[in-house]
C-alpha cells in the first residue's frame, strides 16, 4: 500500500455506499490519526452514471465498468452493491489481484462464502465483513475477539429490521400484515421485492454467518428451517399476546447433541425476555456462553450511517491488522433428523365453521395426551373457533385428525 | 514466557479467583489451542492458608506471602484479591518485575489508573481490565477496537448489579430500601459493607474507566456528581411509576459544551427506554456514537462466573497480541461549573405535616415559573402530601421557599 494513502474503491453507490462516502469524509481526521495515512476513495462502481446521488461525488470518480475498477491501484475495496451475480466474480476479481475486502453483503456471503473465505487465505488478503450481520451491532468482532474462551451454546436474535418493524407495527395497530407491509414499503422500511426479508431469507443468511464464526461451520442453506411471516395474521399475534407472548422472527443457530441447527422462525417469546423488547427496526443478538451466560447486543441493523459505521469500522480495524488467515468456513449436511413433534409448542386452532363444540376439542386433545398449559378461547354461535394454546406434545397426526374430525386448522409455532 | 506454558499468578482466590481457577481447567484444551501453549497457574495469594475454598487448589500454590508470588517465575499476573492497599503496591511491584497484570478492581483502577497505565507502558506489559467495568460484558474491547471511527457522544449505563436488584425488589415488591437491603445481603447480592454499591461509589469507578476509554481523559472522583440510592423511598418510586417512568442508578459519562461531565444518580428512565427493561443484577451499558447510533450490550454485571469469563478472555487476548502501549490516561479538572437548574426533572415533594393545601403549592409554583408537564399528588387529610412531578425550571430558590412558606421538602431527580 502506498505510504500516505490509503486507496479504496468502492463497488455501489446506493443506502450503503453513500453512508460509506459521507462517513469517510466526516471521520476522516480520526481515521488518519488511527491508521497514519488519509483514506481515499478513488474509484466507484454504479450501474447508472447518471443517477442523481444524496451525496456528492466527483465525476472522474464513477465507473459504470468494472474493468476500471480492477485496473486501478485501488489497496481495499468495498462491496455494496449487493446480491450474488455479477458480484460474485467482482469480488473473486479483485481478491486474486491482492485487494482486501469490506462487503455487507450477507446473501454473498452465505452462498459463497466458503470459497471467498479461502480464495482470500490464498492470496494473502483479508475479507471483512462485520456489516453483514446486524448493521452496526459489531457482534461478529465480539465473537471473534472477545468470547473465544467461551463455548458457545447457541445465537439467536432478532436479524432483520423490516420484518421487526412489521410486526411491531402489526400488533401496536392491530393492522393486518399486508397494508403495514405496504406502509412499510411507503416509509423506505421494506423493498419494493420483499420477498427476501419476510421469507426470512435475509435473517437465514446471517443466522448462516453467526454459524460459522461461532462454530467453525454451517449448515447448506437447505437444511435450515426457515419460515417468514408472510403468513402470521393479527389472531395469532393477538393470542399468543393475551397467553403473555410477544411473536418475533427468531433467527437462531445452536449446536448441541443432535449437532448443529439453523432456524429462522416466528418465535413466541415472553413478554419480559429481553428480546421481546425488540421494536420497530432494532436489531439484537443474544448469545450465550458455557461461562459468560447470557450476553444481549442491541441496535440499528441496517440503515445508511449505522451500516456504513460498521462498514467503516471494519475497514479502518483491518488496516490495524497485521493478516492471519482466517480459519476456512466449512458446510456439513445435518447430522441426524430434526426432532419429530414439537416439545413445548404455540398451536393456534382456527375454524371458520367448526364442527362440534369447544369443549369437544378441548377433550379431544386431552385423550389424545396433549398437555395444555395455558389456552385462551374465541369462540361465537356462528361457529368460528380460534385457540392459542402453549402445550407439549401436540404432533402431525393430532393436526390431521383436528382437520378430519372438527375441520380445524392448526398452526404450530416453537416457544421459548 | 516459557515456550508451552503460560505460567499464572492468582492475587486472591476469592469469588473471582475461584471461577478463574475453574475456567482456566474447564476451558483449558480451548486456551491452549488457541495459544498454542498451556494456561497453568503456578502460584495463589490469599489472606487466610487454612480457608476453604470452593474450588479444589494444590497446597504447594497457595501462599500468604507476595514476596514468593514476585519470586516465582510468572508471566502473568491476575489481581482479584480487591482494594487499594496494599494491592496498588503488589501490582507495581509485578509490572515493574514485567509481569503482564489481569486486573478486575475498579477501585484501583479509578483511584491509581493513571500511574499504572505509564508503568506498564514504561515497562512494556499490558494491563488488562475488561472484568472492571460490567462484568462478563465485553464492553472495554468494543469500545477499543470496534467503534473507534465514531465520535462518541455518551456511555451510560446501569453498571452496578446490586443497586439494580435492589431497585427491583423495591418497586416489585414494594418492600422499603432497608428490609430489601437486609434480604440482598443474607442472598449474597450485596456486601456487608454495602457503602460502595448503595452510595455509587462502584458505578462511578467503573464510570471513570468508561471515560478513560472513550475520551481519552477522566475527571478525579471528586468532580463527579455521585449520589446513591440509599435515600430512596418507595414514594418516589410510586410516583414515578405512575407518571410512566422507573428510577434506576443510571452512570453516564458525556462530552459536550461544557467539557466532560461524569454522573452516577438515581435517574428516571421511560418505562419503554430499554435501560429501564435491565432488571435483577443485570448490567447494560449503552453507547451513542455519532455514525452508528445507540447500541445497547447487556448481560451479568457480577458473580463469579461472568466475571472470570472476562478476566480469562482478556487473559487469552492479551496473550494474542503483540505489546502496544496503551493510550495514557488523563485526568482534567471540570472546565466552567455545572448547569445551575436542573432542565427537566423529577421533582418529589413531601410534607408530612402541610401548611396550606395543595392547590396553594401547585399555584406558588405556577407563579414561580415551574413549568409542569405532568404530576400526581397524593393527599390525605391529615395533611400529608406527596407530589411527583415531571416539571422545567425548578430551581434551588423553590426548594428553599416551598420549605419555609408550606413545610415541604423537595426533592430532585433527573429524567432521561
Ligand atoms: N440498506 C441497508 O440498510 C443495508 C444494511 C446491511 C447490509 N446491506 C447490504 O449492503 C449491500 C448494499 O445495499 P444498499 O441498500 O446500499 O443497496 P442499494 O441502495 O440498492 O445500492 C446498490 C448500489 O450498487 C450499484 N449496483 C447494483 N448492481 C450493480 C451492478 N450490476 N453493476 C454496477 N453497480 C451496481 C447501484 O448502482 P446505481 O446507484 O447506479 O443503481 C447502487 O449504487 C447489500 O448487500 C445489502 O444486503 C444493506
Ligand atoms: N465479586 C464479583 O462479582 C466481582 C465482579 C467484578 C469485579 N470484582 C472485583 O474483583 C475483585 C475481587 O472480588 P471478589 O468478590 O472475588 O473478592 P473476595 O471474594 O473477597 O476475594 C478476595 C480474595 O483476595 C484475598 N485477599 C484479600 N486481601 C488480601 C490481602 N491483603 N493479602 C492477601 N490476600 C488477600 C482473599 O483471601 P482469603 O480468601 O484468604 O480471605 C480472597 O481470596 C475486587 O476488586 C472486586 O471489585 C468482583
Chains 1, 2 share one sequence.
Not at 21 to 37: A, E, F, M, W
Not at 260 to 284: C, E, F, I
Not at 294 to 323: C, H, I, N
Request: with cysteine; proline share 4%; aromatic share 6%.
Amino acid at each position: 500500500m502506498s505510504a500516505s494513502v490509503v486507496k479504496v474503491g468502492l463497488l455501489g453507490v446506493g443506502t450503503v455506499g453513500g453512508g460509506v462516502l459521507k462517513t469517510i469524509r466526516s471521520q476522516q481526521q480520526k481515521l488518519s490519526d488511527r491508521l497514519g495515512r488519509r483514506v481515499e476513495v478513488v474509484k466507484a462502481l454504479v450501474r447508472n452514471a447518471e443517477k442523481q446521488r444524496s451525496v456528492p461525488i466527483e465525476n472522474n470518480l464513477i465507473t459504470t465498468r468494472f474493468e476500471e475498477v480492477l485496473a486501478s491501484d485501488v489497496d481495499i475495496v468495498v462491496e455494496v452493491m449487493g446480491g450474488v451475480e455479477p458480484t460474485y466474480g467482482y469480488v473473486r476479481a479483485l481478491i486474486e489481484k491482492g485487494c482486501h475486502i469490506v462487503t455487507a453483503n450477507k446473501e454473498l456471503l452465505a452462498k459463497h462464502g466458503t470459497e471467498l473465505v479461502r480464495l482470500a487465505n490464498r492470496h494473502g488478503v483479508q475479507l471483512a465483513y462485520e456489516a453483514s450481520v446486524a448493521g452496526g451491532i459489531p457482534i461478529l468482532g465480539v465473537l471473534r475477539q472477545f468470547l473465544r474462551t467461551n463455548d458457545i451454546v447457541s445465537v439467536s436474535g432478532i436479524l432483520n429490521g423490516t420484518t421487526n418493524y412489521i410486526l411491531t407495527r402489526m400488533e401496536q395497530e392491530k393492522l393486518p400484515y399486508a397494508e403495514v407491509l405496504k406502509q412499510a414499503q411507503e416509509l423506505g422500511y421494506a423493498e419494493a421485492d420483499p420477498a427476501s426479508d419476510v421469507e426470512g431469507w435475509d435473517a437465514l443468511y446471517k443466522t448462516y454467518i453467526l454459524a460459522q464464526l461461532v462454530f467453525g461451520e454451517s449448515l447448506p442453506l437447505h437444511a435450515a428451517e426457515r419460515q417468514g411471516i408472510e403468513k402470521l395474521h393479527l389472531g395469532q399475534i393477538g393470542l399468543a399476546r393475551e397467553l403473555g407472548y410477544r411473536i418475533k422472527l427468531l433467527a437462531k443457530a445452536s449446536k448441541a447433541g443432535g449437532g448443529l441447527q439453523l432456524s429462522v422462525r416466528p418465535t413466541l417469546l415472553p413478554l419480559d425476555h429481553p428480546l421481546a423488547q425488540v421494536q420497530d427496526a432494532y436489531n439484537a443478538v443474544q448469545v450465550s456462553g458455557n461461562i459468560v451466560g447470557d450476553l444481549l447486543f442491541m441496535g440499528k441493523g441496517a440503515g445508511e450511517l449505522p451500516t456504513a459505521s460498521a462498514v467503516v469500522e471494519d475497514l479502518a480495524y483491518l488496516l490495524t491488522q497485521r493478516f492471519t488467515p482466517q480459519p476456512v468456513w466449512q458446510e456439513s449436511e445435518p447430522a441426524g433428523n430434526r426432532e419429530a413433534g414439537e416439545k413445548r409448542c404455540f398451536c393456534y386452532l382456527e375454524s371458520k365453521a367448526l364442527r362440534g363444540t369447544p369443549d369437544q376439542v378441548t377433550h379431544f386433545l386431552d385423550r389424545a395426551g396433549v398437555l395444555v398449559e395455558k389456552q385462551r378461547i374465541q369462540y361465537d354461535w356462528a361457529s368460528v373457533l380460534r385457540i392459542g394454546m402453549i402445550a407439549s406434545g401436540f404432533a402431525e397426526e393430532h393436526k390431521k385428525a383436528l382437520h378430519r374430525d372438527f375441520g380445524i386448522r392448526a398452526e404450530v409455532f416453537p416457544v421459548l
